[in-house]
């Protein structure tokens, strides 16, 4: 089946660590994207990508890092700087060139203990 | 500062009633507008889209309808089912690279019962 994989679907972080968030995609996308979605309200750009090692801040990159060093793969790194990272984070992806839409993966909760 | 403005916050409607979401936008750059329907602990999957040189787009129950001059749009559910019963969320992006790019709206939470 082509789609995103989000891995893990729920994850408890102590505060102070990181915890990195797995995103795959067999879509053969070019572009990809982290969203971050909080109870109650709509999702927000925390980074994405173009192309392979390329990647651009988006509206809340503070506390976040990501890599792009194959098309498949984006992961985020959710660091101890993110003030507030309880959240549910979305990645998805877009092909670029023919067509604008943006699949969505299933989502990972991120829950600070 | 919330770039797209979506009401209402939540809704209840009978089967077979018409649910409508209204969104509103400030950006005049803003050349996509999708509408993505999630259910809870899921992702959000697109619904229809529509781009600003038409004013309306029907797929099947679900039209949008698009005031470019108002800078407004909206989604229309027409024969609204149990099976719709889910959260609604207006997005606006710029066209090319900017496509993924979306300001999301705050969603509406609709509720259809039997």
């Known amino acids: 089946d082509g789609g995103i994989t989000q891995s893990p679907k729920y994850l408890f972080r102590k505060e102070g660590q990181n915890v990195t968030l797995s995103c795959e995609q067999n879509?053969?996308?070019?572009?990809m994207y982290w969203y971050r979605q909080d109870p109650g309200q709509g999702l927000r750009l925390i980074y994405y990508s173009q192309i392979v090692n390329d990647f651009q801040k988006g509206d809340i990159a503070e506390g976040y890092s990501v890599s792009r060093e194959k098309k498949e793969s984006f992961p985020l790194t959710v660091t101890s700087a993110q003030k507030n990272p309880t959240a549910f984070y979305l990645c998805?992806?877009?092909?670029?060139?023919?067509?604008?839409?943006?699949?969505f993966g299933e989502g990972s909760w991120l829950t600070v203990v | 500062q919330q770039q797209v403005k979506q009401s209402p916050q939540s809704l209840i409607v009978q089967k077979g009633g018409i649910s409508i979401i209204n969104c509103a936008y400030e950006?005049?750059?803003?050349?996509?507008f999708p509408w993505y329907q999630q259910f809870p602990g899921k992702g959000p999957a697109l619904l229809i889209a529509i781009r600003p040189d038409v004013s309306e787009k029907k797929e099947g129950r679900f039209t949008i309808s698009f005031n470019k001059s108002a800078k407004q749009f909206s989604l229309h559910i027409m024969d609204s089912q149990p099976g719709d019963s889910a959260t609604y969320f207006c997005a606006a992006s710029k066209g090319g690279d900017s496509w993924g790019k979306l300001q999301f709206g705050a969603g509406t939470q609709v509720v259809v019962t039997p």
């Open positions: 950006n005049t750059a803003f050349d996509y």
């Open positions: 998805a992806s877009r092909t670029t060139g023919t067509g604008n839409t943006i699949y």
């Open positions: 879509l053969n996308h070019d572009a």
